[in-house]
């Protein structure tokens, strides 16, 4: 008897070691799978950090010094005074700084409209599948992948200043629609940039507006029509709502993309004219480039930062504003006391 | 055949009749406006120097005479030595082409892990990435490019194949690490079933089996769409090439860099040339667009919504 | 045939007459639909996918044009009337709500967005009338009591809260609120002293606005019926089309929700309800506009197999208590059955039966109404009939048939015969549209004829040469269905007389089956074995092979049996439903 409990004991004991063992071997084997996915992040984590996260870190830091990346004996900490210099308007460079928001509002405010009214009323009739519609649609998102130097191109010349222009030539006249001075007779190249920036941005905002118009439950449609509503009934009770979630996307897009407004000034410039205009992420590049303002570069990281912040503020604002705003409606409480009410005399008046 | 009756049409067909028509209409026109650049486009790149300056109302050469190829071929050959305008050509193509590999190869990575391999830290990874997506990207360029000179100034890369090779990395590599792809192959990932992945696992698939017979066929389409979206973004690139190429040799530049020297209005003596670089230019896009567009389109239409 | 369709027009609720529905690529969905509904019906329109029933449905709801026939509705002719004019409310599949809005504009929805005709009310007299009432009828201290609560409670909209409760105009609400405010700041012990004083303020405000009404009433000349509504000579009431007001629309839905238990969810999106609240969301949707008659599209088939039955009886319960006018269409024979006053059982366009429930099961008119309607559906299998001696026999199981069944199948076999002959004679559309009848319920296919449409500049190319060439040679149109006439026709002639094959089937329930014991010797029965054995709580269907069909059996599960068992099977000749295969009708 004895030694079959001594027996037991041992098979028992022998049981739970082989088991511990597995343990052992699974958590080995869960610890390897840990192993193996960190290392496929690894090479996109590297990449990441150095080049997306460590950049704004250093820019932080870079703004409170002052920095000369060609002369690293120049380099000493400056506290504040990057920040002082942008709000110093006395300084011209800050005084530009300041101005080139001035053109990115004027840009944001007149495109971003632009950028959702047009697109939305061209997929609004692709979307009746007119005969072609497939070429028609091909043929507007086209210009979407050109090269913002080709569309400079093409439209600095059909806009040419001199009578060799195109549309000079049409109209006979000798404008000079791309060289205006900012902020005093810049009327003309807005005009030119605004239509080169339906040209060349429509066909993305246009193809997503169609597919969610395509989107939309026909059923919703014809169940507008069974209660009566007509055509424009139909636009703003079935299409506008559910199309929303998607302008939103698109709307919060184009903002990002028209706050770094940079080419269309760059390539939209008669190349006579010294007067360019100036948006914040030119300002920004322009001082980075030039070789000869490599010691301010701390104050442009500081400036870069001041922009940054800006367009987070824009973008944050645009995602309230465009967010899901319930009224709290009390439709059901109501309910109850009209049945409360409705019931009242007669309970009521047989109490009493 | 018999000959069909013909049916009176009814409320709702002639309605959608006049719409169709109405909406072509409409459409003739888009077209008009999106499409008569490019015609101007090439029709000036064609047209002679003379035609350029005695008729600029014209689309195209006035006269039969007047057409001219020469600035195509002019291209390679400039006063005898080899142009500037092909070695951009051919600087942005493997720049572009290793963007693209690259940028295919880290989201194919990533995803892999984040849907299929169990490991540490996986949800802190993707939480921070959307958070990240928030904060605008002009904040990094400033101290990038201090960044990018003050390395290149200490290890004393100014000429040579270290510089060009140093400059070409800085433009290749940051941009391979777009967010947007990398949710988007991601969500293409979790879309597949779980259970087909687990059934090859128990079967004794190895991951890199299942990678390569199951996951990646059926990534075929998501990986075409960010090879289009990184084709385009990459050759198309300007203000970052920009500021890391200002100052350096011409022949360093990628095209689309090397084609802003034409932008604006152009003197006389240029429009023609411009306009075919421009054609030259466009050729690559325009092949890639005319084989997938109905792909870049249809990937656009149901990833833009969730962009 | 023209004075028929005049009196149905009169005489029926609601008259379809041969709807006819051809769709723009000459597809023909719809093959004269012909019905009369009376009042208060439940019809159900029931067929397999693709078989009609839907765009006959989207057709009478106005979203389908239709190309041929007319619909009627109490003798109006709806054809070319908008949807929204035509009195009905549809409820779709796909609960089409509103994602936007709240369950409460959901339902207020069609009321916000159109008018609708009401009879012409003097505000001012009615008013008077029910305060009036009001006072004379009701005791003073109950009146005071329940008015002072209500103005001193905490509700927003006093006025409406008076309406409410007195179930008053709020025009007369109003009133009495406005001359109310006056004491309101009295206790009520005070205003119980002051029922004179108060009700003479009450009628002092009523008499100043009555006797201007009465001035402007008499000088217009209208006359009013004993409601204050405008009437004109000939006493009928004079019916405006105006807009709800927003406390009648308040009213009307709290209503609406009232009887579809919606009242929690009142301010939830269609987003936060699960699927059969949704559903009757949509139903709610449906009802507030107390519209003539019901549409539902397949209202249940989103739904999971519970909530389907929950829901079905949940509508029948609501069609029971409003009484409208219901037409329902669905896929599903079970609904169908449980749900439907009458039953239109639909194949491909044709209508193949319309009969009460009873009479779609006890009495199928053809093969396919026999074979869709009933679960587990009808075995039928072939066996061959012998004329002369009245069997019908195959292999070595026979069945003697009455002698009456013989004459039934001599007659039936002469006036086929003879229809389809008069059909050769004059073969046109008409006797086309028959043939193609016939293959609906017979469920033979004409794949033929289905082109498929190639895509491509080749296929394109290839199909205008083959057009060309056919140009000269002029084929026949209705080539397909001659070929399939002269076929059936010829098997008709010989079904006459020799002995041929029909199509027999019985329903599951009604085959006399029970286990065979060993040893027991049976009369006239066939034993099988159960290829599959499924227990149902209290039954059984048992599965066994005969005749080389698959056939199924009920029985009681009194004792236990398993696919090792011998079942011993006999059919009565009074179950069984016989039916000639080339035509498919019973016989």
Request: aromatic residues 12%.
């Amino acid at each position: 008897m004895a030694s079959n409990s001594i027996l037991e004991e041992y098979v028992e004991a022998s049981e739970e070691a082989e088991i511990a063992e597995k343990k052992k071997a699974q958590k080995k084997s869960r610890r390897r799978e840990s192993a193996f996915g960190m290392a496929l992040i690894a090479p996109y984590i590297l990449i990441f950090v150095v080049f997306s996260l460590v950049p704004p870190v250093l820019g932080i830091a870079f703004s409170f010094m002052s920095y000369n990346p060609y002369n690293t004996a120049d380099i000493r900490f400056v506290g504040f005074q990057n920040y002082i210099n942008i709000f110093n308007f006395d300084l011209p460079i800050s005084k530009s700084f300041w101005s080139s928001f001035g053109t990115m509002f004027i840009y944001v405010a007149i495109g971003t409209p632009l950028a959702v009214i047009i697109p939305f009323f061209l997929a609004y009739f692709i979307n009746m599948e007119p005969p072609g519609y497939k070429f028609f649609r091909a043929l507007i998102y086209f210009p979407n992948v050109v090269s913002i130097t080709i569309m400079g191109i093409i439209f600095g010349n059909m806009f040419a200043g001199d009578s060799s222009g195109l549309i000079n030539s049409w109209l006979g006249t000798e404008i000079h629609w791309l060289s205006g001075e900012p902020w005093k007779d810049d009327i003309l190249r807005w005009v030119v940039i605004f239509i080169a920036t339906e040209w060349w941005c429509t066909g993305t905002n246009f193809i997503i507006f169609a597919a969610a118009f395509r989107d939309v439950p026909k059923s919703l449609y014809e169940a507008c029509e069974m209660d009566g509503g007509g055509k424009w009934k139909k636009i703003l009770h079935v299409t506008i709502p559910n199309i929303k979630s998607t302008v939103t996307v698109c709307l919060f897009n184009i903002l990002i993309g028209y706050l770094g407004l940079y080419g269309q000034v760059i390539v939209l410039n008669d190349f006579t004219n010294a007067n360019i205009m100036v948006s914040p992420t030119m300002f920004i590049q322009h001082y980075l480039s030039d070789f000869s303002y490599a010691r301010i570069t701390g104050y442009v990281c500081a400036c870069a930062l001041m922009f940054g912040i800006v367009v987070m503020f824009f973008s944050t604002i645009q995602r309230k504003a465009m967010g899901e705003h319930r009224t709290r409606s009390k439709r059901t409480e109501d309910c109850i006391a009209y049945f409360a009410d409705r019931d009242r005399f007669t309970t009521e008046a047989s109490n009493g | 055949m018999v000959k069909k009756q013909k049916r009176v049409l009814s409320k709702s067909e002639r309605e959608r009749r006049k719409n169709k028509i109405v909406a072509f209409c409409v459409m003739a026109v888009a077209a008009v406006f999106f499409g008569f650049p490019f015609l101007y486009m090439l029709g000036s790149s064609v047209k002679s120097d003379l035609d350029l300056q005695l008729h600029p109302e014209l689309i195209f050469p006035s006269s039969f005479g007047e057409w001219t190829f020469e600035r195509y071929t002019g291209f390679f050959m400039y006063a005898g030595k080899i142009a500037t305008l092909p070695i951009a050509f051919l600087n942005s193509l493997w720049s572009t082409a290793a963007n693209v590999l690259l940028t295919v190869a880290l989201d194919l990575l990533v995803a892999y892990a984040v849907i299929f391999v169990r490991f540490k830290f996986k949800k802190v990874f993707m939480k921070f990435l959307y958070l990240w997506m928030a904060i605008p990207g002009v904040i990094a360029t400033a101290p990038m490019f201090a960044m990018y000179a003050t390395i290149k100034n200490a290890l004393g890369l100014h000429e040579g194949v270290g510089a060009y090779l140093y400059i070409y990395l800085w433009l290749i590599v940051p941009g391979s690490t777009g967010i947007f792809n990398v949710l988007l192959m991601r969500n293409m990932f979790a879309s597949i079933p779980m259970e087909i992945v687990e059934s090859a696992r128990s079967d004794g698939a190895s991951n890199m089996q299942i990678f390569r017979r199951i996951v990646l066929p059926l990534a075929r389409s998501t990986i075409l769409l960010i090879v289009l979206f990184t084709f385009n973004g990459s050759w198309n690139s300007l203000a970052w090439p920009l500021l890391v190429l200002s100052g350096e040799s011409k022949t360093w530049e990628t095209l689309t860099l090397a084609l802003t020297g034409y932008t604006g209005s152009s003197n006389w003596g240029q429009v023609g040339y411009s306009m075919a670089s421009s054609v030259f230019a466009l050729i690559p896009t325009l092949i890639v667009f005319l084989f997938t567009q109905s792909k870049m389109i249809d990937g656009l239409s149901s990833t833009g919504v969730k962009k | 045939m023209d004075n028929i369709l005049k009196e149905r027009r009169q005489n029926a609720f609601m008259s379809l007459q041969n709807l006819v529905k051809v769709y723009p690529n000459g597809e023909k969905a719809v093959y004269n639909f012909d019905l009369d509904i009376s009042k208060n019906e439940f019809i159900v329109i029931v067929g397999p996918s693709g078989c009609g029933k839907s765009t006959t449905l989207r057709m009478i709801a106005g979203l389908e044009d239709i190309s041929g026939g007319d619909i009627y509705l109490e003798g109006e002719l709806l054809n070319y009337k908008p949807s929204s004019e035509r009195k009905m409310a549809i409820v779709f599949q796909s609960y089409a709500l509103y994602p936007q809005m709240t369950v409460y504009n959901n339902i207020a929805f069609p009321l916000t967005i159109n008018k609708y005709p009401m009879p012409k009310v003097n505000a001012v007299l009615k008013a008077n009338a029910e305060i009036e009432k009001l006072l004379s009828t009701v005791a003073w201290n109950k009146f005071i009591g329940v008015l002072f609560n209500v103005c001193n409670g905490n509700g927003k909209a006093k006025d409406e809260q008076i309406a409410t409760v007195f179930n008053i105009t709020l025009y007369a609400a109003k009133l009495l609120y406005k001359v109310f405010g006056a004491y309101k700041q009295d206790a009520l012990e005070v205003l119980d002293g002051k029922a004179d004083e108060i009700s003479a303020a009450i009628r002092a405000e009523l008499n100043l606005v009555v006797e201007a009404e009465n001035a402007k009433v008499q000088e217009s000349g209208v006359k009013f019926d004993e409601d204050f509504c405008e009437i004109d000579e000939s006493g009928n009431k004079i019916i405006e089309q105006r807009k709800y007001t927003s406390y009648e629309i308040k009213t009307r839905v709290y209503e609406t929700a009232e009887k579809l238990d919606l009242i929690p969810y009142l301010d939830k999106l269609p987003k936060e309800l699960s699927g059969g609240q949704r559903q009757r969301v949509a139903l709610g949707r449906a009802i507030v506009r107390e519209p003539k008659v019901f549409l539902l599209d397949e209202p249940l088939s989103n739904l999971d197999a519970k909530l389907r039955l929950t829901m079905r009886s949940e509508i029948v319960k609501l069609h029971n208590r409003i009484g409208a006018t219901t037409i329902y269409v669905t896929h599903d024979q079970t609904e169908a059955m449980t749900m439907a006053t009458r039953i239109v059982v639909m194949s491909r366009g044709f209508i193949q039966q319309i009969g009460t429930p009873e009479e779609v099961y006890q009495d199928p008119a053809n093969i396919f109404v026999a074979k869709f309607i009933g679960s587990p559906s009808m075995n039928v299998f072939n066996i061959d009939y012998d004329p002369e001696s009245g069997h019908l026999e195959r292999n070595d199981v026979k069945i003697s048939l009455k002698s009456v069944f013989k004459k039934r199948h001599d007659g039936f076999y002469v006036a086929a015969v003879d229809k389809f002959e008069s059909l050769q004679e004059n073969f046109d559309e008409k006797a086309r549209e028959e043939i193609l009848k016939i293959l609906s319920a017979t469920g033979e296919y004409k794949d033929n004829k289905k082109q498929q449409k190639k895509k491509g500049l080749i296929a394109l190319i290839k199909h205008l040469i083959e057009k060309q060439k056919n140009k000269n040679v002029v084929a026949d149109e209705y080539a397909y269905e001659k070929e399939v006439l002269s076929e059936k026709l010829a098997q008709l002639k010989t079904s006459t007389t020799a002995k041929h094959g029909l199509l027999v089937g019985i329903r599951p329930e009604r085959i006399n089956v029970e286990k065979a014991v060993v040893g027991k010797k049976y009369k006239d029965v066939v034993k099988v074995k159960p290829t599959v054995v499924e227990l149902l709580g209290g039954e059984y269907n048992i599965h066994f092979d005969l005749f080389d069909k698959d056939m199924v059996c009920k029985l009681d599960a009194t004792e236990k049996v398993t696919v090792n068992d011998e079942l011993a099977v006999s059919f009565s000749p009074d179950d069984l439903y016989i039916f000639d295969p080339v035509t498919g009708d019973r016989i």
